[in-house]
C-alpha cells in the first residue's frame, strides 16, 4: 500500500489535501467486502422439487401424521440443503432452529407439566447443538443471538411449568429466529432460493402441523415449491443435431414448388424444454429462401404430427454460404416448447429454381427425411408422411434450454 500512496502523491501533489483524498481513497477501497456467494445446494434440483412436491402431496391428505411429515421434511432438509451457508452447514441451522420451533408448539399442545418440561428440554437441547457448531466459526454475532434465545427458552420454559400461558411470547419467539437468519445469512442463497425463505418455509411445516393446520403447512411448501421452481439456476444448454462440420450440397433429388421440410433422427429432442436457437449452414444458394423451423411429434407409425412453426420467416439470402444462426427471441410468439422425442425440421415455401436446398453433407450412415405437400403443410395438427433420402444428413444444429 506505501507504494501506491506514494505513486498517487507523485501524481497528485504532496500538499496536505492531496494527502487527505488519496487515504480516503485507499481506505474506502479496503474496506469494501465482497458480495456473500450463494451454494449450489446439495442434490439436484429435479430431486429438491420432486421430494417437495411428495412433501405437499402428503400434506393434502386427509389428517396427514406429524411425525411422517416431519420424517419426510429431515431427508428433504439433508439431501437438498447440506451445504454451508455464512460458514456452517445450512442442514444443522435450519433443523436445530426449526427443532426449538416445533418443541415450543409441542409445548402448547399439552396441559400436562412433565411433557411440558420435557419439551423444552429437548428445545433447548437443539439451540446447544447450534451453539456448538457456531463456536467452530460461522455467521458473526451469531452466537450472542442464540445466548439470547436459550434466555428466552429458560424464562418461557418456567412460565410453561407454571401454567401460564406463553403463546405470545411463542410467537416472539420464531419472528426473533426468523430475523436472526436473515441479518446473519443476508444474501445466501441455496439452489437459487435466499436462505432466510428456505428456512422461514421449512419451519412454517413443522409448526402449522403440530398445531393441527395441515392446509397452513401445505401452504407453506406449495411456497417453496414455487420459490424452487421459479429461483433455481437454469440447466446448462444442450446443443443437438448436426455438428456442421460437413460440406454443403445440394440433394441428388427434384422437388415440387411446395412447401418441402427436411430432418434427421438426429435432430430429435433429447430432454423437454425451450429451444433458443437454430444453426443451418448452408452453400451457394441460388436464390432468397424463406426458411422456417418445426416441431413435430411421431405418431408411432411413421408418420409426424406438427405441433408447431416459427414465424415470421427466417430470411436465408442467395450465395451466402456459411452458418446462420437464427434465435428464437424474435418470433412473434414464444417459441418453441417441445417434449422429449419432438423432431425439429427444417422447412421452407417451395422454388420453382432447382438445387436451391443447399444445406446437406453427404454421410453414409445418416438418412435425411423429407415431406413435401400443397396448401398450408406447416400448420400445427397437419400429418406428414417422410420419404427418405440414404446417405445425407441435414447440416442444422439446435440449442436448448432444459426445463
Not at 440443503?81 to 444443522?92: H, K, P, W
Not at 463456536?135 to 450472542?144: C, D, I, W
Request: aromatic letters at 4%; glycine letters at 10%.
Amino acid at each position: 500500500m506505501a507504494r501506491v500512496l506514494d505513486r498517487l502523491l507523485l501524481r497528485n501533489g504532496a500538499g496536505p489535501l492531496s494527502l487527505l483524498v488519496v487515504m480516503l481513497a485507499l481506505v474506502g477501497t479496503a474496506v469494501t467486502p465482497p458480495p456473500p456467494a450463494g451454494a449450489a445446494g446439495s442434490g439436484t434440483p429435479d430431486a429438491l422439487k420432486a421430494d417437495l412436491t411428495s412433501l405437499v402431496a402428503q400434506l393434502a391428505g386427509s389428517s396427514p401424521a406429524p411425525a411422517q411429515i416431519h420424517a419426510a421434511k429431515a431427508k428433504l432438509i439433508a439431501g437438498a440443503y447440506s451445504d454451508e451457508v455464512g460458514g456452517l452447514s445450512a442442514a444443522r441451522i435450519i433443523s436445530d432452529l426449526d427443532c426449538i420451533s416445533r418443541n415450543v408448539q409441542k409445548a402448547r399442545g399439552t396441559s400436562k407439566r412433565s411433557t411440558v418440561r420435557a419439551r423444552f428440554t429437548d428445545a433447548r437441547r437443539c439451540r446447544g447443538d447450534l451453539a456448538k457448531l457456531v463456536g467452530t466459526g460461522g455467521a458473526k454475532g451469531l452466537a450472542s443471538d442464540l445466548a439470547g434465545v436459550n434466555a428466552t427458552l429458560k424464562t418461557m420454559g418456567n412460565k410453561a411449568v407454571a401454567g401460564k400461558a406463553f403463546g405470545a411470547a411463542a410467537t416472539a419467539l420464531r419472528k426473533t429466529q426468523s430475523a436472526i437468519v436473515a441479518r446473519r445469512f443476508s444474501g445466501e442463497t441455496l439452489h437459487g432460493v435466499p436462505f432466510s425463505q428456505i428456512y422461514d418455509d421449512i419451519e412454517c411445516i413443522d409448526v402449522k402441523v403440530e398445531a393441527g393446520r395441515a392446509s397452513g403447512a401445505a401452504s407453506c411448501a406449495k411456497r417453496l415449491l414455487r420459490r424452487t421452481k421459479s429461483l433455481a439456476p437454469a440447466k446448462p444448454l444442450v446443443t443437438f443435431g448436426s455438428d456442421l462440420n460437413g460440406t454443403a450440397v445440394t440433394l441428388p433429388d427434384r422437388f415440387a414448388p411446395e412447401d418441402t421440410e427436411f430432418w434427421t433422427s438426429a435432430l430429435t429432442v433429447p430432454a423437454a424444454g425451450m429451444v433458443t436457437e437454430f444453426r443451418l449452414k448452408t452453400g451457394d444458394s441460388p436464390v432468397d429462401l424463406p426458411l422456417r423451423f418445426s416441431v413435430v411429434r411421431p405418431r408411432g407409425d411413421g408418420t409426424v404430427v406438427v405441433i408447431t412453426t416459427t414465424n415470421p420467416i427466417y430470411p436465408l439470402t442467395a450465395h451466402d454460404a456459411g452458418v446462420h444462426s437464427y434465435p428464437t427471441s424474435g418470433l412473434r410468439f414464444t417459441c418453441c416448447k417441445v417434449q422429449a422425442g419432438d423432431i425439429i425440421t427444417v422447412d421452407n415455401s417451395g422454388t420453382t429454381t432447382p438445387n436451391a436446398y443447399v444445406w446437406f453433407a453427404a454421410r453414409s450412415d445418416t438418412t435425411t427425411l423429407s415431406h413435401t405437400s400443397n396448401g398450408d403443410s406447416q400448420n400445427a395438427g397437419v400429418v406428414w408422411s417422410p420419404i427418405t433420402h440414404a446417405g445425407y444428413e441435414v447440416l442444422l444444429q439446435v440449442v436448448l434450454q432444459p426445463d
